[in-house]
């Protein structure tokens, strides 16, 4: 089958957090995958391909707003699409 729409390109840094000046929503209208250090996550709340790190969530910590608090993995990044 031939997709017939065209997916926008990844951009080198994508949150997908509604308030971030990161997000792309049209990007999250099709599924995508983030390989880290050569391993799929599925945890991911932001990602930066040129500086090599990732943010995750910190288990059930919650910050006073009520929002996860995150954590900073550094390594190699890799976006695609599913």
């Excluded at 990007?27 to 991911?44: M, P, Q, T, W, Y």
């Excluded at 910190?58 to 009520?66: E, I, Q, S």
Aim: proline letters at 6%; glycine letters at 6%; aromatic letters at 8%.
């Amino acid at each position: 089958m031939n997709d017939t729409t065209s997916k926008p390109a990844l951009p080198d840094r994508l949150s997908s957090n509604p308030r971030s000046p990161h997000h792309v929503a049209a990007i999250f209208e099709h599924e995508i995958g983030i390989l880290f250090n050569g391993k799929e996550r599925a945890d991911v709340e932001e990602y930066c391909i040129s500086e090599g790190w990732l943010k995750v969530a910190a288990h059930k910590a919650l910050d006073r707003r009520g929002q996860p608090l995150m954590t900073t993995v550094k390594g190699k990044v890799e976006a695609f699409y599913k």
